[in-house]
């Protein structure tokens, strides 16, 4: 790294031993990211790491999504965004998913009062349909109950697929030409962004990803095209409240261009 990328890195870094309070107090919560999605990695690692079962990590994490849930409502966060289960994680050996699964549906069921009590709106993307009844059923009522409230709107990622959503948003392109509701000349970016899964939701403002990895494994490929990427070495179960606050902070401090020249 030559001498202006240290400067650089090391002007990023400056604020990472700072406390939550100091976030807090410098945080501008009229620049908020009105969206900020979420890559939780980690789990496996952090339980591997202390002998345990990698479900003993995704129980452990799920305390972690309870966390960043309710500071993401405290500072004013309109959207947030977790992926939680994507189309690749079925690789894994049954027993995980079979234990991961159960653990959604029980998560749901014991929060959800909760979650409608603080007027927290869930929403889920991906290919529902697959899961298991009891799971959609949790699926749905908790979309029903909370679909009304006006708070913080946290969308899951259950079974997702940056591709599939591609695929399945071209699927339905598709279907409305051939029904003659829809021309192919009329197809441009805000019909494509109509069929997605999240449609009326604005794109993710800031992307982050725990465990340290540089990729992003399949998530919201179209969404994410201009989001600001924030990651952190921290394991999914050791994301504190301060890590969320250090990047807000970290993303209020950068120029978004969108393409553009930066305006003096």
Known sequence: MNSIGKFLKSLRCSFLNESEDFFLKHIDK??????VAIIMDGN???????????IVGHKVGTETVRKVVKIAAELGVRYLTLYAFSVENWQRPK????ALMDLFEEMLNK???????????????????????G??????????????????????GINYGGRTEIVDCM???????????????????????????M?????????IRTSGEY??????????????????????????????LKAIYDFQRRKRRFGGLEED
């Not at 009229?30 to 969206?35: C, N, V």
């Not at 799971?135 to 899951?156: F, P």
């Open 30 to 35: 009229s620049k908020l990211p009105a969206h």
């Open 44 to 54: 496996g690692r952090w339980a591997k790491k202390r002998g345990f079962s990698r």
């Open 95 to 98: 027993g995980e998913i079979s």
């Open 111 to 133: 929060e959800i009062d909760e979650l409608n009590k603080n007027d927290v709106r869930i929403m889920f993307i991906g290919s529902l349909s697959e899961l298991s009844h």
């Open 135 to 156: 799971l959609q059923a949790s699926i749905n009522n908790a979309s029903k109950r909370t679909a009304k409230n006006t708070g913080l709107t946290l969308t899951i």
């Open 171 to 197: 699927k339905q392109i598709a279907r409305e030409i051939e029904e003659k509701r829809l021309s192919s000349r009329e197809i441009d970016e805000k019909i494509i962004t109509k069929n997605l899964y």
């Open 199 to 207: 449609s009326g939701i604005p794109d993710p403002d800031l992307l």
């Open 215 to 244: 990729r992003v494994s399949n998530f919201l490929l179209w969404e994410i095209a201009y989001s600001e990427i924030w990651i952190t070495s921290v394991l999914w179960p050791d994301f504190k409240r301060k890590d969320f």
